[in-house]
């Protein structure tokens, strides 16, 4: 069986645009709450903690925060991937497509998981307004990112499924 690429393509770059029509949504809360988290924990509990190990706390909380949000991204872009459609009775066209389901899978993981890398950065920007952000990032750290927001994506699809 051949990979339908042209399919898998249509869907990944609906997703995406889907994405940039709803740019305020997709991007601004998850900045307005994670601005939220540094004001509150950062200001207000940064004030009585000095340093942890040498790293004062607006900087040791932005590891934290940011896993925090792109694992919440994650789920949250794959399953409103899916779930809107189904809302709307537009998955239809998706299942009578001549795409197999692991295309289908697929475009929507690496659709969730290019929102969460994008939401991510500008995440890991924002962080950089509020606390002393030191990026030592290597391959391994990158590698361990992608996975967990892969599998984060793909957890959610198969729960739902069984």
């Given at each position: 069986?051949?990979?339908?690429?042209?399919?898998?393509?249509?869907?990944?770059?609906?997703?995406?645009?889907?994405?940039?029509?709803?740019?305020?949504?997709?991007?601004?809360?998850?900045?307005?709450?994670?601005?939220?988290?540094?004001?509150?924990?950062?200001?207000?509990?940064?004030?009585?903690?000095?340093?942890?190990?040498?790293?004062?706390y607006g900087s040791f909380i932005v590891?934290?925060?940011?896993?925090?949000?792109?694992?919440?991204?994650?789920?949250?872009?794959?399953?409103?991937?899916i779930f809107f459609p189904k809302f709307?009775?537009?998955?239809?066209?998706?299942?009578?497509?001549?795409?197999?389901?692991?295309?289908?899978?697929?475009?929507?993981?690496?659709?969730?998981?290019?929102?969460?890398?994008?939401?991510?950065?500008?995440?890991?920007?924002?962080?950089?307004?509020?606390?002393?952000?030191?990026?030592?990032?290597?391959?391994?750290?990158?590698?361990?990112?992608?996975?967990?927001?892969?599998?984060?994506?793909?957890?959610?699809?198969?729960?739902?499924?069984?």
């Open positions: 069986m051949k990979f339908n690429y042209y399919g898998f393509k249509a869907i990944y770059v609906h997703e995406m645009n889907r994405f940039i029509r709803t740019i305020g949504q997709s991007i601004l809360s998850p900045v307005i709450s994670t601005s939220l988290y540094f004001v509150v924990f950062g200001s207000v509990i940064g004030g009585y903690i000095e340093n942890i190990d040498g790293v004062s590891p934290g925060l940011l896993m925090l949000t792109l694992l919440t991204q994650s789920i949250s872009n794959t399953s409103f991937g709307n009775g537009t998955i239809n066209e998706i299942l009578a497509a001549p795409i197999s389901t692991l295309e289908t899978v697929l475009a929507f993981v690496g659709a969730g998981a290019t929102k969460t890398l994008m939401v991510g950065t500008v995440i890991f920007i924002t962080a950089s307004f509020f606390a002393d952000v030191d990026c030592q990032i290597s391959n391994v750290n990158d590698i361990s990112i992608s996975f967990s927001l892969i599998y984060f994506c793909v957890i959610w699809i198969f729960n739902r499924r069984c």
